[in-house]
């Protein structure tokens, strides 16, 4: 049963414009989300996190919201860049340290 | 410079034969992590490891074992009891925290690609 759903499997954005990725969670007990960055044939590399104390979370073009009541967190990535083309996961974990991922949204920003 | 590596990044395996796949990392991380990726689905926690020759079972791990003698090392061994083992598997590690919420990103290698013919 897929705890943490990415229901987007794509998602292709103009350079420049904003990029939103979406992801859903259903355990409630979740209280920190993370987001990583994936290139093919390489591990994922950590790019934003948040806690659940928080709603909005920013580093750079970088912007992760949380809406706890819908179990909905966003990553807004502005202006969005060639080199943002990747795979994106969220991750979600809540007592102790194992991490539930979501099934990945392909990014692609034409130049 | 600190890191988290794996190797082989390529393996071939015949059916009926165990494997086994290489993690080490030298950033001093408690924790340890061993995933596997599959086409069009998020990566699913295999083994993980807290401290040294301590180790719990994570939702897919019927078919591989693991050990943690080290610090270090977290070799992950894929064995004929696998049913498909043919996938993209990632090591990962952190700091272990006791409270929700710390830091607890994880830190990922390359990867290793095991085809089974």
């Known amino acids: ?111 | 410079d600190g890191g988290i590596t794996q190797s082989p990044k390529y393996l071939f395996r015949k059916e009926g034969q165990n494997v086994t796949l290489s993690c080490e990392q030298n950033l001093n991380h408690d924790a340890m992590y061993w995933y596997r990726q599959d086409p069009g689905q998020g990566l699913r926690l295999i083994y993980y490891s807290q401290i040294v020759n301590d180790f719990q079972k994570g939702d897919i791990a019927e078919g591989y074992s693991v050990s943690r003698e080290k610090k270090e090392s977290f070799p992950l061994t894929v064995t004929s009891a696998q049913k498909n083992p043919t996938a993209f598997y990632l090591c990962a590690s952190s700091h272990w925290v006791e409270v929700a919420g710390g830091l607890g990103e994880q830190f990922f290698g390359p990867g290793t690609r095991l085809t089974v013919l």
């Open chain 1, 1 to 111: 049963d897929q705890q943490v759903k990415q229901n987007s499997p794509s998602l292709s954005v103009q350079e420049g414009r904003i990029s939103i990725l979406n992801c859903d969670y259903t355990n409630s007990m979740f209280d920190y989300f993370l987001w990583y960055k994936k290139y093919p044939a390489e591990g994922p590399t950590f790019l934003i996190s948040i806690s659940s104390i928080k709603d909005k979370n920013e580093d750079g073009r970088f912007t992760v919201f949380l809406n706890k009541s819908a179990k909905h967190l966003s990553l807004h990535i502005v202006p969005s860049q060639p080199g943002d083309s990747a795979v994106y996961f969220c991750a979600a974990s809540g007592a102790g340290n194992q991490f539930y991922f979501g099934t990945g949204t392909s990014l692609t920003v034409i130049p």
